[in-house]
């Protein structure tokens, strides 16, 4: 049986003042009063006494010497459980702190010791930690899950999951300060790292100082042919402007002139790149008709009867070819659509089938138990039947030894009166007896005759047929004990029979569902490669005719281009401009511009190693420290940082192990728990999902999002939903975590855990309280509030739904708070 709390004793522990005794029930504990009255001493209380510590000593918010009472210098905790569990403390103060004895009773036995905490953690199932996150619920806690942003909930969830810790676990390894350290290090090897790449690449220090020199020339010789360029191309620019100046009006035809002649050359050179000498337009357009009637054979075969109709129809002549083969690719894609659909219908099949082959062993696993059963039963079940076979069923040998017991009762009756008239005779005839000593009347010589004869005919003995009767009343008794003994053998071998019967049924089903699910996947297997084999050739084919029609395009382009460019020379020269000194000149522009750009890469690249070189010269030397100790430093602290990145990555491992593990148990439990507590038919569901973020040395962030399902399975995030509906997510997710965790706690703190509200959410969390108890998701429930419209909720809500409740009211009488009595 799941723990409980039965009882609280406080004396001079916080606000109370001397000795204070609270019982709790079953269901729901209320425990109300204004500000300041002690309504969260008591959670403290109860949880100090359990662990020895609470949440605002843990946060350094208090000391633990503010719990005991500031007019006294002790104060004492007991509190007592279900299941035979007593828990003591006891504070005295020394000093500014305090010292604490402890002790606690498990089953009649006390321990007194410093396990104690481990003592209590064994029997709970949860430490200080977890008690916090999954049993003790504040206003804080709610806050954050109903009304807190994505990064505050985000935040809280994580710190309930625990992985708060491994976070902080994670910026605690200083790998920024490694960090730093490997770049000094670095910084101070590279003049010497720099010595032998010099020599290796120069040959000597005294080259590589002579091909400084060298560099310095040829920067120099570089901007002395940059500038000479720059003069020659400033000069081409000036007789290019001064005989454009001599053709105004006719710009427009010039540009149009140069922009055609310059695509014209372009396109030329592209053409003679590629290889391609010549496209025979009565090829591309057969090859797309092969690839068109191949597609439509493949479309056919799978089905695709539409789509093949269409691109059978397609008509393909020399005008229409890139327009064809744009419809030919679109139905082509119908088939990769299909590919992936079949690949996706595989492995829905595949997952499937591992369900399958899973439930086969289980029930595989189900008929050895079975049969092995039967195998175990099936003496004792022949035993029985051999005993029905000679004796009939129980009911008939119960009928013959009721039988057996009336005869027997009967002839032992006839012989005790036998036995009596026996003796009556006997005494007439030895006394003589002239009268009948029962009657009285006169007895003659023939009487006495008569009476001689009936005494011989009643000494006969039926002592055989009563012995006979008790032996077979005996026997039957004894069979009848071992048929009843048998019995229940009998009855459960005989459901174990039916049962096997159901388990083979199911089992041969499934097998039989495998089978032909292994033949669907073999099929699809099949199907797939063959559409796969032919999306790969077809791919290929449609590209190089692609690739055709493009070049087929581009020499279309380049005659057209060539007749513009022989019209707009003629027009340029009937408007008398020379087009062969102006080619010329822009000839040698592009020419000279050329030239420049080569002369200042090169440049760039010689100021560059320049710079380099001279940089490396200047450094080397100036470390003092010998290069085989930083090296060794330098590898220490690199091992280092890879230890520290390993250890980081298992920490994010275990990170996302956690939080998976954590979010698909609770996922379940959050929608179960959900449609138990939520009354109305708008929602039918709710779940929780993340999104993981790495962001590098600062670790892995979490961002969890809480949804509820509208009909037809719409989700919608909490903060779209009422303060009613995020309530009751909020607290179904508190109550999955809480079932989640494997711990023997049947019992729910809550400090205060919904103040400020408005009517409609106070009623709905009172309603909420009683379903918890009444779908036994918990069995008691420990409420602080100051609330007296809260408490009126809960307790009506109670009341109707038949919810065990009991109130502790509390008053704040100048520094002193009293527990002034409970109602039930």
Excluded at 155 to 166: N, S, T
Excluded at 374 to 396: H, N, T
Excluded at 786 to 795: A, E, F, H, R
């Amino acid at each position: 049986m799941r723990i409980r709390v039965n009882e609280l004793i406080v004396r001079n522990f916080r606000g109370f003042r001397d000795e204070h005794r609270i019982t709790f029930n079953d269901g729901i504990n209320i425990i109300h009063g204004p500000v300041g009255s002690g309504k969260t001493s008591i959670i403290q209380a109860l949880e100090y006494a359990l662990y020895g510590t609470q949440l605002e000593v843990k946060e350094r918010v208090s000391k633990l010497s503010d719990l005991i009472n500031e007019d006294s210098n002790s104060a004492m905790v007991k509190l007592v459980l279900s299941n035979g569990i007593e828990v003591a403390r006891e504070l005295r103060r020394a000093g500014e702190s305090a010292r604490e004895t402890a002790s606690v009773a498990i089953n009649g036995t006390t321990y007194k010791s410093d396990d104690i905490y481990s003592r209590v953690v064994e029997v709970l199932g949860v430490d200080d930690d977890d008690f916090e996150r999954f049993v003790l619920v504040t206003h804080r806690t709610l806050e954050a899950l109903v009304y807190g942003n994505v990064s505050k909930r985000s935040l809280f969830i994580d710190k309930m999951f625990g992985l708060d810790a491994l976070d902080n676990l994670n910026r605690s390894l200083p790998m920024s300060q490694i960090e730093n350290a490997i770049t000094v290090l670095r910084q101070r090897l590279a003049s010497v790292k720099e010595l032998p790449e010099i020599i290796s690449k120069y040959g000597s220090i005294e080259k590589a100082q002579s091909k400084v020199k060298e560099l310095k020339d040829e920067i120099e010789r570089l901007r002395k042919e940059e500038g000479e360029l720059s003069n020659v191309y400033s000069e081409l620019m000036r007789k290019r402007e001064e005989l454009l100046r001599g053709f105004r009006g006719i710009e427009e035809v010039y540009s149009d002139y140069i922009a055609t002649r310059l695509r014209r050359e372009n396109l030329e050179q592209e053409l003679e790149k590629s290889g391609v000498r010549e496209i025979n337009e009565m090829s591309i357009r057969l090859e797309l008709e092969r690839i068109r009637d191949s597609l439509v054979e493949k479309l056919e075969e799978y089905a695709m009867v539409k789509e093949a109709d269409d691109v059978g129809k397609l008509v393909i002549t020399n005008d229409n070819l890139a327009d064809a083969s744009e419809k030919i690719y679109t139905a082509f894609e119908g088939l990769v659509k299909l590919k992936d659909k079949l690949i996706e219908d595989k492995e829905y099949l595949s997952n499937v089938r591992s369900d399958l082959e899973v439930q086969v062993e289980a029930l595989k696993a189900s008929l050895r138990e079975l049969e092995s059963r039967l195998s175990q039963e099936e003496p004792r079940v022949r035993e029985y039947r051999a005993l029905v076979d000679k004796y009939g069923e129980p009911i008939k040998v119960k009928r013959e030894i009721e039988e057996l017991r009336s005869s027997l009762e009967k002839i032992s009756a006839e012989e005790s009166f036998k036995s009596s008239l026996l003796n009556v005779l006997q005494y007439i005839l030895t006394n003589h007896e002239d009268r009948c000593p029962i009657c009285g009347r006169p007895l003659r010589d023939d009487d006495h005759k008569r009476i001689k004869d009936r005494i011989t005919e009643l000494s006969k003995s039926r002592s055989e047929e009563i012995n006979n009767i008790r032996s077979r009343l005996s026997e039957l008794e004894r069979i009848l004990a071992s048929m009843e003994a048998l019995l229940p053998i009998v009855n459960d071998y005989e459901a174990t029979i039916e049962r096997m019967r159901d388990v083979r049924s199911r089992y041969e089903t499934a097998l039989s569902k495998l089978e032909t699910i292994e033949r669907s996947i073999r099929d699809i297997d099949k199907r797939t490669q063959v559409l796969i084999r032919f999306i790969d050739e077809f791919r290929v084919e449609i590209d190089d005719i692609d690739k055709s029609i493009s070049y087929l395009r581009k020499y279309r382009e380049l005659e057209s281009l060539k007749m513009r460019e022989d019209e707009l020379r003629q027009r340029l020269a009937n408007l008398g401009v020379d087009t062969q000194t102006i080619i010329s000149i822009e000839e040698q522009i592009r020419y000279i511009d050329n030239k420049l750009t080569q002369v200042r890469t090169k440049l760039s690249d010689d100021s560059a190693e320049l710079s380099r070189l001279e940089l490396a010269l200047s450094s080397i030397g100036f470390d003092r420290e010998d290069p085989s100790v930083l090296r060794k430093r330098l590898d220490f602290l690199e091992d280092f940082y890879n230890k520290l990145t390993r250890i980081r990555a298992g920490i994010r491992d275990v990170q996302a192990r956690v939080r998976d593990e954590m979010i698909r148990v609770i996922k379940n439990n959050v929608g179960s728990i959900f449609k138990m507590l939520y009354p109305y038919g708008d929602l039918e569901g709710a779940g929780i999902e993340v999104t993981v973020r790495d962001r590098g040395i600062v670790g892995v962030v979490s961002e969890y999002t809480l949804y509820a399902l509208r009909l037809g399975g719409r989700k919608v995030t909490i903060s779209r939903l009422s303060d009613g509906q995020r309530l009751t997510i909020a607290l179904s997710f508190l109550l999955s975590v809480y079932r989640s965790t494997n711990h023997n706690i049947d019992f729910l703190l809550m400090d205060e855990p919904v103040p400020y509200v408005d009517q409609n959410i106070r009623k709905a969390f009172a309603t909420l309280l009683t379903r918890f108890i009444g779908e036994e998701l918990i069995g008691q429930v420990i409420i602080t509030t100051q609330s007296g419209d809260l408490v009126n909720d809960i307790t009506n809500a109670a009341k109707e739904n038949g919810i065990k409740y009991k109130v502790i009211k509390l008053i704040k009488d100048g520094n002193e708070r009293r527990i002034v009595g409970s109602n039930d």
